[in-house]
């Protein structure tokens, strides 16, 4: 399986213009998850959908981010407007249903986001 | 506030010599992840305790798991180079079905 797919990998913009990033978990898992890792901040879970519904989402933090999942093998995450204090890694990770909460997640390599 | 506080945020020490990590909490998990982050990469699981008082062992690392399960300790025997990287806790929020993750310990090997 080629696991978690990201992009971009890479993304720099200006304040105020939109942003998109995308996923696609690996095939058959269940739960995807977005998280924001920052050096202050660490690892947070913005939020997370099951069987592409949104089940938790008080990790968003505010009005300017939303998440969709149109089917199982893709979700974006969308800024609008990105301000300069969103730059941040992006993570997407996914994990099937079964062994739960105790089984692995598995990451995508990250989008990296520099507003200006 | 952290539900799960790590430390040392930051290590670095010779290659050859032994280390501990740690991750607590005031709260109790039902088991604690510890994944390992390579610069541009994301997290890689590297274990999972379930039971208080387990250890767990692979290769040169040593994880354990608290009595009380509040905490978790990593242990590197004979550090190298390759150990390099942000060493990462989480668990599960009870009841739900999300990871918390700690701030992490960034590990530095010098050759």
Redesign the interface.
């Known amino acids: 399986d080629a696991g978690v797919i990201q992009s971009p990998r890479h993304e720099v913009t200006e304040m105020g213009q939109e942003v998109t990033l995308r996923c696609k978990p690996i095939s058959g898992h269940d739960y995807l998850f977005w998280y924001r890792q920052t050096m202050m901040r660490g690892l947070e879970l913005l939020i997370y959908f099951n069987n592409n519904v949104p089940i938790d989402d008080s990790g968003m933090p505010e009005d300017r981010f939303s998440a969709k999942m149109p089917n199982a093998s893709f979700s974006t995450l969308k800024i609008q407007p990105s301000e300069p204090r969103d730059s941040a890694v992006y993570f997407c990770a996914s994990r099937p249903s079964g062994r739960v909460p105790t089984g692995e997640l598995f990451f995508g390599e990250g989008s990296r986001l520099t507003v200006l | 506030t952290?539900l799960l506080e790590q430390s040392p945020q930051f290590l670095s020490i010779q290659e050859g010599e032994n280390l501990t990590v740690y991750c607590n909490s005031s709260s109790v998990f039902?088991?604690l992840?510890w994944?390992r982050q390579e610069p541009?990469?994301?997290?890689?699981?590297l274990v999972?305790v379930?039971t208080g008082g387990e250890v767990k062992k692979l290769k040169r690392l040593t994880f354990q798991f608290g009595d009380a399960r509040k905490d978790s300790s990593l242990h590197i025997t004979a550090a190298q180079p390759g150990d390099t990287g942000l060493y990462?806790c989480?668990g599960?929020?009870q009841g739900?079905?999300?990871?918390?993750?700690?701030?992490?310990t960034r590990l530095t090997i010098n050759p």
């Open positions: 952290q039902s088991s992840q994944y541009g990469e994301g997290p890689v699981l999972t379930v990462l989480a599960p929020i739900a079905q999300k990871l918390v993750f700690g701030q992490g």
